[in-house]
């Protein structure tokens, strides 16, 4: 599933490739796409606009469209984007397309078909932070601080933590409306990187451990944005090359194999419904109360 850093790394490879390109048509080849708007309909609002930028919010990939109108994509489990030079065979996964008016297109694919597309105000996306997300509001208007960011200090998450002090610390980092853009790989391997269980809650961390996740959060993502981020079995970037990041993960997905810091075994446990890994002699498990 793709994070901020595969996301990221998508959006940064289309910035060179689409910027500039004008939209000749979109197709729509799987009518949940677009939902709730029609495709005809959302096809129409997209035809001759000109793509003026590329970025990522969380872990949607923001195409800025002339007039203060985004083009935003969740890649949820499988999607994929991918740009061609020409036209192609046609993609078995393939639910959308846009070909643009120089013969170019950029092809979205996505084999489990839980991906979005939307058109949405360019200034939704901005701004929004720990608002609770009411039902059948979409995701977008509530997402939280970007962890690059400079508003992402060593302060905030500490401030953030005593607002949901009750929370276990691993199902907080995964909530999109407070901290935007990391999920269950990232998570596990901050956690590891900190020195914290994931079971812990946020109330119980110290000022230090606090200092440590801020400072392991930012490391793991950029290492991730760096490494091109990983490929397990669906995510490619936007040229369909596979990432790297997956060969430097030290604790994810490496169950009963020797923890890189201090040998003890790598543990899998079910947190908040998502396989977690941790070491259980770096990363001490929060104590039961009496
Ligand atoms: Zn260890």
Same mark, same amino acid.
């Given at each position: 599933?793709?994070?901020?850093?595969? &996301?990221? /790394?998508?959006? %940064?490879?289309? !910035?060179?490739?689409? &910027?500039g390109r004008t939209v000749k048509r979109f197709r729509s080849l799987w009518h949940r796409v677009t939902e709730p708007e029609p495709a005809a309909l959302f096809a129409r609002r997209l035809s001759g606009r000109r793509i003026t930028g590329v970025r990522r919010r969380g872990k949607f990939v923001v195409i800025d469209l002339e007039g203060d109108e985004a083009l935003i994509v969740s890649l949820r489990m499988t999607g994929q984007l991918l740009f061609h030079e020409e036209a192609v065979r046609a993609n078995p996964h393939r639910r959308a397309h846009i070909d643009f008016a120089d013969g170019t297109a950029l092809e979205f694919a996505d084999t489990r078909k839980f991906g979005r597309m939307a058109i949405v105000e360019a200034s939704a996306l901005e701004g929004s /932070?720990? !608002? @609770? %997300? @009411? &039902?059948g509001e979409p995701l977008h208007r509530?997402?939280? &601080?970007?962890? =690059? $960011? *400079? %508003?992402? /200090?060593? *302060?905030? =998450? $500490?401030?953030? =933590?005593? @607002? @949901?002090s009750r929370s276990a610390i691993k199902p907080l980092l995964l909530d999109q409306t407070g901290i935007a853009g990391i999920g269950n790989i990232y998570a596990i391997e901050a956690l590891w990187r900190a020195k914290i269980h994931p079971l812990r809650t946020a109330g119980s961390l110290r000022a230090d451990e606090i200092a440590r996740l801020h400072e392991a959060l930012r490391w793991v993502l950029q290492k991730g944005i760096r490494y091109g981020g990983a490929s397990r079995r669906d995510y490619r970037d936007a040229r369909g090359a596979e990432g790297r990041m997956q060969q430097e993960f030290q604790v994810y997905d490496r169950a009963g194999e020797p923890c890189p810091r201090c040998g003890a075994e790598v543990a899998r446990t079910v947190v908040g419904g998502r396989g977690t890994f941790h070491c259980p002699k770096c990363q001490r498990a929060p104590r039961a109360r009496a």
């Open positions: 599933m793709p994070e901020l850093p595969e &996301v990221e /790394t998508i959006a %940064r490879q289309l !910035r060179g490739l689409v &910027v /932070t720990e !608002r @609770r %997300r @009411r &039902v509530y997402l939280g &601080v970007e962890p =690059l $960011s *400079r %508003r992402f /200090t060593v *302060r905030w =998450l $500490s401030e953030f =933590l005593k @607002r @949901r």
